[in-house]
């Protein structure tokens, strides 16, 4: 065993998940839920039914909505809210941690990835760079100990295989990769696209426009990634093309599920508060665009979530990518 303790931050679905893909491979984790009562709730009854009802916690995981700061910090905290966690826990952090981010996002008005706002809110408490920990994963499935490949990007390599050899177990495999910037935005702007991929679903357009969507979405992720200095093989990778493929076709995708809502004409507003996990990419398909401007990158198939997110009907705001300009691929 490669540690002796890793803090968990966030019990939603993939916190509560990787809690319990990662139990034997520590002697203690420490789970932090936001909320005391679903913390006392977990704690007591050893399921969370809120988020991932139907696979018992493993003794050795410890749930508290107080943070107990490890060595090892796991951040699996909403985008939305990670600045104000992360800054709580390193004012309460006496001695340096290394950190890992398994957020998907991009923050609005300052376009740092997940892993940079730990880098601020850390400062000088942080051992060395982050890491980030994507791909292809849906919770249920690697709590349930089904086989994935995982992907752990840092800038520090020496920490990224560190990583690989504590986190493997005989159903993960991770892949170490140096591109964290790659990988994150890979990982942030592919909800974006399934949302487009859900509502094709959900119009029952059928499998050509859906391969079309997850072609050009990947070049839509792969402009973007490159304009802001990642690598064209990461987004060819698990972190770009092996995520996109699963959150848009996946039955178990949120994203996914939010464009088929979309598309029967329901208020998004009524489909957030229809549930209580997060969909990333309704937050990050504006942040993307203006990301995109700011570097001269066209994403169309995001300027059609945004119309759809707004209010316009699904099948008209796909329509109008078929009617853009005819192009070079």
Known sequence: MAQVELTILGGGSWGTALAIALAPRFERIHLWVHSPDLAAAIERTRVNEVYLPGFPLPPNVCVSSIPTVAPWVLSVVPSRHLRNVLAEVAAQTTTPVSLISATKGIEAGTFLRMSEIARQCFGPKLV???????????????????????????????FARQLQASFATGHLRFYTNTDIVGAELAGALKNIIAI??????????????????????????????????????????????????????????????????????RALSDIVASTPMVAEGIATAAVALQLAAIKGVELPIAQAVQAMLDGQPAALALGQLVTRAARAE
């Not at 890491?131 to 800038?155: D, N, Q, W």
């Not at 959900?202 to 969507?213: D, E, R, V």
């Open 128 to 158: 060395g760079p982050p890491a980030a920990l994507t791909g292809p994963t849906f919770a249920r499935e690697i709590a349930a100990g089904s086989p994935a490949a995982i992907v752990i990007a840092s800038e520090d390599e020496a």
């Open 196 to 265: 487009a991929a859900g509502a094709a679903e959900g119009l029952s357009l059928g499998a050509n426009t859906m391969a079309a969507i997850i072609t050009r979405g990947l070049a839509e992720i792969s402009r973007l990634v490159l304009a802001c200095g990642g690598r064209a093989e990461t987004v060819s990778g698990l972190a770009g093309l092996g995520d996109l493929v699963l959150t848009c076709t996946g039955q178990l995708s949120r994203n996914r599920r939010v464009g088929i809502e979309l598309s029967t004409g």
